[in-house]
RNA sequence: GGAGCCGGCCGGGUGACCGCUGCGCCUUGUGCGUGGAGGAAAGUCCGGGCUCCUUCGGACAGGGCGCCAGGUAACGCCUGGGGGGCGCGAGCCCACGGAAAGUGCAACAGAAAAGAUACCGCCACGUUCGCGUGGUAAGGGUGAAAUGGUGCGGUAAGAGCGCACCGCGUCGCUGGUAACAGCGGCGGCAAGGUAAACCCCGCCCGGAGCAAGACCAAAUAGGGGAGCAGCGGCCCUCGGGCUGCAGCGCCGGUUCCGAGCGCGCUCCCGGGUAGGUCGCUACAGCGUCACGGCGACGUGACGCGCAGAUGAAUGGUUACCCUCGACAGAACCCGGCUUACAGGCCGGCUCCCCAU
RNA sequence: UGGGGGAUCGUCUAGUGGUAGGACUACGGACUCUGACUCCGUCAACGGGGGUUCGAAUCCCUCUCCCCCAG
């Protein structure tokens, strides 16, 4: 199933998270940061990052992470095999769901882009 | 028709496709079926269950509660009643025990802030006509609060000084389980306020919290050095073991005592690690009906199975409809309280206006 | 998720029921030829709401915000 979502292509433990942010191209405005760190895995995984200081209710941090997945999932077909992670700015409490996920789909494409201009280069 | 009071309830709906997650099933596949946030899941303000800590007993601290009766596992909650206050009313609100056990406090103002006194006054006497002495507390004035209130009598002026009514205290009777109420007698104004000041009285309270705690597996370690190690008994492989007293420690997050428990002790150095499972949802459970009760609630019968994640699940896209959707997201579980909340529904009741 | 602590001038703080005080800063003045130092003066605060009390920063209730601890 091309637009699934299993826990396998989730970033779970702490270590994981440490590895990306560690070394990882970023991609950012007022609404989010995402990180990505790419490897030679067979599938792109997320991992969430949804600070408490940055959302303080619990709704609004359901709420983003939900559209976070599914910004994902839905484009997780053309996106370069790596682990991405998605942190959340103050400004996202109050951004509408599209808005969430205009942002985070224009930040999933231009690192995989980038990632595959370099990519390029390396073979050339 | 208008204004208002009380109680209860709902919190977008129906499809399609793509996803997440618990459970079940089988033909184990990226399969099918089925379940999947709240009335507050929130704040963490109370009360319990559960788990561990030796919750053992007592004393003293400390904390909480506070009209009466009932409900409940328990409560600071709820129900009914009493008293007080607000409202024309339906109704609403109240930390509502004790000031005659003791201690403290009351700034400023005022004569005086609690067994003390007299500023302006009033009255009598004296007078050098300035005032002095004595009586008095009705009037003025201060203050948040001033030694019962009103009226009549009384008097030099006055005063519970006397009387009536009210208030207060006390005794009795009646009603009520009680809080309390009513009636009657007596007392004769004493006993001011403040207890969300200390306190007294009565009742209650051990502490920590599921990151509690339990289990499984793996790995690592089962060390090294220094100092000090009372008295007695027994065993024996002569180096230790067991045991009594003494001693030391714990006595569990307040302390002490008793009981109890543990024990070679103290210091220094070194090594070492974190995965999984259970706890985890079936119980003070939910619904309907009947019965008991004014009610909170209880009892019985029948029916139902209703989230259990662990970086943490309920979403996305789309179609249609409507009154265009508020506050807000479970994390061990319940009972309350408090706070937030677009809009709407149902039931009962009060007041005003108009018509008949 | 659970537990604990806190909020007073712009900043750091004192204040256990009776006029909110100090230091630094800021402003004004004095001293000086000018500046610094020093001295004098001024401005400026009890997180919000409610209750108890004659009177609340202080006592009680409630809301908001901030900080810390436990993986």
Request: charged residues 35%.
């Amino acid at each position: 199933m091309r637009f699934s979502l299993p826990r396998q292509q989730r970033l779970l433990k702490s270590r994981e998270f440490q590895n990306v942010f560690r070394r990882s191209r970023r991609a950012s405005d007022g609404l989010f940061m995402v990180c990505a760190r790419f490897s030679d895995q067979p599938e792109p995984r997320l991992g969430l990052a949804i600070s408490k200081k940055q959302a303080r209710r619990a709704v609004d941090r359901n709420r983003i992470k939900r559209h976070a997945r599914e910004a994902f999932r839905s484009l997780k077909a053309e996106l370069t095999a790596g682990d991405y992670v998605v942190v959340n700015r103050a400004s996202a409490t109050q951004a509408s769901g599209s808005a969430l996920r205009k942002s985070l789909e224009t930040h999933f494409r231009s690192l995989s882009r980038k990632s595959a201009r370099r990519q390029g280069r390396d073979s050339a």
